[in-house]
């Protein structure tokens, strides 16, 4: 297990590559804040039909694994994992046709808002039941080890009320057996919707069970970016040199409802006025204001720019054709000889 | 010279695979050195390094590891110890593999091996039919082969098709039914077979309830009436052209099932008779399922849960007398 006091923030003066990383994953964490935002207006304004999951509190963490992956790798985000998905590459093209329904998107209406991805590419749709994604991604680096491919970096995420489903422990089991290069980050966000830690696990922290695993595991400050990016920099190298699954423990706060329809009045103002509850991204941004060469004004550009890419591409999708049901093709199989079932 | 049994033509399938698709991988528990709880993949490992593997009992895992090596382009196959342990994976199952490619247009090619069905002794949990549940939901294809042939050919083409495959395959077959060789040509899925023709009733079914309905075809003979027997092959697809064919012919259907009464193939083959076919009717459509209970363990009891072809006589005389 690697050492949980390794929490100190990387030295930039001495390190300008990581410095490039913090900024980069900075830009990220706000492109996705304001998408979110953005899908916050969306859907009180009754553009988006269906459940709405935001990131917020949680962006550092997820975009602190999503810029250590590569392409070729496979990524299996969960509802809260915005920033982490945009670092992957995903466009907010594909996050408002899903959101919106666009038949242009990815997943052209038959799926929506948090349930979408593109497999072919290593980024994987989640399903809503929780767990499963750990050893469907265990497949998936199984595959590429029997074809003989190294390197490849297998990445899941999920909640502390997902480490509860028997999906997650087997899935994490048959990865420690294989020793499959995987990192599992487990985002603890205090609440499984309305249920707190206490009547979800009775171990001291979630960080125990890795021995129990046999796999490596670390805690990460949740809403720190520079303790994260080191962490995940430590867990994606260790699993891509061959020593196995990483399991990445992060403690925040979820800084919204589990949905929109949430008010989250279940989360005490002890917890929203302890260093858990502190804003990853106003962190993030204090310390470039006050570690690095940004300015203020920097730093409103971008917001700026990137408003106003969010702003033209909802335009844009809001005027995409919805999917059309005459049109639909309804069959659920990919084999077309046997598509003549009534 | 009977030479094949229904295990030794899984074995051969999977063999068979396993040499020419490289794709091809076995992934299920004690299915390695130790050649599966039934042998159907004796010496695989051996012939195969490194393709035939041991997994946890995770069934769960094992489906969802499948259906990541699917999405990588690789043809996995999962044997479930047995079909009662799948509803341990049934979430990755219905909610996952089935869903994958109308969600997302990957394939998601996957065949689960379920050994199906009751054998003496085996009691409620080793001993159940499922096929019904797994055909309810979109997206999976399921098989329920009832000859050595089928059981051969129709493994080979589940490892083809492009959806994941529930196979049921029935423990009660595996060592008494013989053929004297392996097909060389093959009915494909979704046509189902008329095993024997008739003119005064039709039975409709599938798996090891086929045998039965031959003995009971052939002891009705000695009445003088010719019962045609249908062999559905696959439950889904359903090959209704052929059943309303046959009852187009005889007018008479009796649908006989292992599995539980209650939503079961045998009504879902009523249902598409009485709505498609009801006025090629002269009797109203019947079905013999098992009984409404847990499978029992003692021969006696398993016996008279199971139809059987002395109550399948006794269904066909109540049908053609109506």
Excluded at chain 2, 137 to 158: Q, S
Excluded at chain 2, 224 to 241: A, C, F, Q, W
């Amino acid at each position: 297990m690697e050492d949980p006091t390794l929490q100190n923030t990387e030295d930039w003066t001495e390190d300008s590559k990581a410095q490039h990383l913090y900024v980069k994953a900075y830009r990220i964490m706000l492109t996705a804040r304001l998408l979110e935002e953005k899908l916050s207006v969306l859907k009180r304004s009754g553009k988006i039909v269906g459940g709405l999951f935001l990131g917020r509190g949680q962006e550092a963490l997820s975009v602190a694994l999503g810029v250590y992956l590569r392409r070729g790798d496979i990524y299996a985000p969960l509802i809260r994992d915005q920033a982490g998905r945009l670092a992957f590459g995903e466009g907010i093209l594909d996050v408002l046709r899903t959101y919106l329904g666009s038949s242009l998107g990815s997943m052209r209406g038959r799926d929506g808002n948090v349930h979408r991805g593109r497999p072919k590419e290593g980024y994987y749709a989640m399903i809503s039941h929780l767990g499963v994604m750990v050893s469907a991604v265990s497949g998936a680096l199984m595959a590429r080890r029997l074809r003989g491919e190294h390197g490849v970096l297998g990445a899941t995420c999920i909640g502390d009320g997902g480490t509860s489903t028997g999906s997650f422990h087997e899935g994490l089991n048959v990865a420690a057996v294989e020793k499959l290069p995987l990192v599992v980050v487990v985002a603890n966000n205090q609440y499984a919707y309305s249920t707190p830690n206490s009547r979800q696990f009775a171990c001291n922290h979630l960080i125990d069970r890795a021995l129990g695993y046999g796999v490596a595991g670390y805690r990460v400050c949740g809403n720190d970016l520079g303790d994260c990016l080191k962490v995940l920099h430590q867990a994606t190298s260790a699993a891509r040199a061959g020593h196995g699954p990483q399991l990445v423990l992060a403690d925040l706060l979820r800084l919204a409802g589990h949905a929109d329809h949430d008010d989250a009045r279940y989360v005490t103002d002890a917890q929203k006025a302890s260093p858990l509850g502190r804003d990853c991204l106003l962190l993030a941004r204090e310390k470039l204001l006050r570690e690095n060469n940004s300015t203020e004004e920097e730093l409103n550009e971008w917001y700026e720019e990137i408003n106003r890419e969010i702003e033209s591409t909802t335009t844009r999708v809001l005027r995409e054709p919805a999917p059309d049901p005459q049109e639909e093709r309804w069959s659920s199989l990919a084999t077309n000889y046997l598509h003549a079932e009534e | 010279m009977n030479s094949i049994t229904y295990l030794e033509a899984i074995r051969a399938a999977q063999e068979r695979a396993l040499e020419e698709d490289s794709r091809v991988f076995i992934y299920g528990q004690d299915v390695g050195a130790f050649g599966g709880a039934f042998k159907a993949t004796k010496n695989l490992a051996h012939q195969f390094p490194g393709r035939v593997i041991d997994a946890p009992i995770s069934e769960d895992a094992m489906i969802g590891m499948a259906i990541g090596a699917a999405i990588e382009g690789m043809r996995p196959i999962i044997e479930m110890q047995f079909a009662d342990f799948s509803l341990c994976a049934f979430n990755q199952i219905v909610n996952h593999a089935a869903t994958l490619f109308y969600r997302t247009e990957v394939p998601c090619p996957l065949v689960v091996r379920l050994p199906c069905g009751g054998t003496p002794g085996s009691g409620p949990f080793h001993s159940q039919s499922l096929e019904a549940i797994y055909a309810h939901f979109p997206g999976l294809v399921v098989m329920t082969p009832a000859t050595v042939e089928d059981v051969y050919t129709m493994l080979l083409e589940a490892i083809e098709i492009d959806d994941p495959v529930i196979f049921c395959e029935h423990k009660f077959l595996y060592y008494h039914l013989k053929a004297e060789a392996l097909p060389t040509t093959a009915l494909p899925v979704g046509k189902a077979r008329i095993t024997r023709p008739g003119r005064d009733a039709t039975i409709v079914t599938y798996s090891a309830m086929l045998h039965e309905a031959l003995v009971a075809a052939e002891e009705l003979r000695k009445d003088g009436y010719e019962i045609e027997v249908v062999d559905l092959r696959s439950v889904k697809p359903l090959d209704t052209n052929t059943i309303l064919a046959s009852v187009a012919r005889t007018g008479r259907i009796l649908v006989v099932s292992e599995a539980f009464p209650w939503g079961g193939v045998a009504a879902e083959v009523i249902a598409h008779v009485s709505s498609e076919g009801f006025g090629l009717l002269d009797a109203p459509p019947q079905r013999l399922n098992s009984k409404d209970t847990p499978v029992p363990y003692h021969p006696l009891l398993w016996g008279t849960h199971r139809p059987t072809a002395s109550t399948i006589i006794s269904a066909l005389h109540r049908l053609l007398k109506l």
